[in-house]
């Protein structure tokens, strides 16, 4: 039972290289979304989908693209990555009715030097 | 709008003593409520939840109870345990795909 699985663990980038984080659930949820964790700020949402070929952004998307072609993958995109997106990334996917909670992976912690 | 306002950290404990963790929200409609505990360099795990007002959701010896009538969604635990070292959040749900999580309180108990 994999669950919310997300790649990789640890990063380290260059101001101005661009990456992909990959997460990936195996729970056929429809929601999937993306936050940061940022000492003393708590989870912020970066995007989100409802659905494969559906997307949103959150409270903090400037400087990420996400796409959701399929049920099962929701990649994270930096495009050109800032030492302010130093940050730990968590992908979660939940149920489309309130109640369910959501399920999130291990977690990317992501350095920009 | 919608928002969680959670105690703030650190708490320390001894163990075995008593630990309430403070939470309100504000909220439209009728969200659930949810915490959740992260130990240290793993995810966000579900810890309990509740549905709808006056439900306790209950795990691993910790409760809370959903109060409208308060907006609050304390955490307690009787008696809490060295392993019980960890971050917790309160996170409101008022549709599927939202959420919205406290600041996180930190918790280190001593033997």
């Known amino acids: 039972n994999a669950g919310v699985t997300q790649t990789p663990k640890f990063q380290v980038l260059k101001t101005g290289q661009s990456m992909t984080l990959q997460c990936a659930q195996d729970?056929?949820?429809?929601?999937m979304s993306w936050y940061r964790q940022d000492p003393g700020m708590g989870l912020r949402l970066i995007h989100y989908s409802v659905g494969a070929g559906i997307t949103d952004q959150g409270e903090v998307p400037n400087g990420y693209n996400v796409s959701r072609s399929t049920t099962e993958d929701f990649p994270l995109r930096l495009l050109s990555a800032a030492p302010s997106q130093t940050s730990v990334y968590f992908c979660?996917?939940?149920?489309?009715?309130?109640?369910?909670?959501?399920?999130f992976g291990q977690g990317t912690r992501l350095t920009v030097v | 709008g919608n928002s969680v306002t959670q105690m703030e950290g650190p708490v320390t404990l001894s163990e075995e003593a008593f630990l309430t963790i403070n939470c309100t929200y504000t909220a439209t409609g009728y969200p659930s409520l949810f915490w959740y505990v992260q130990y240290p360099g793993e995810g966000l795990q579900l810890l309990l939840k509740a549905t709808k007002a006056d439900d306790k959701g209950s795990n691993k010896g910790f409760e809370a109870t959903y109060r409208k009538e308060t907006t609050s969604f304390h955490l307690e635990k009787g008696s809490v345990q060295v392993s019980d070292s960890a971050v917790y959040f309160c996170a409101l749900n008022p549709t599927g795909n939202q959420f919205y999580f406290g600041t996180g309180t930190s918790l280190t108990v001593i033997p």
């Open positions: 729970m056929n949820h429809e929601y």
């Open positions: 979660a996917s939940s149920y489309s009715q309130t109640g369910g909670g959501a399920f």
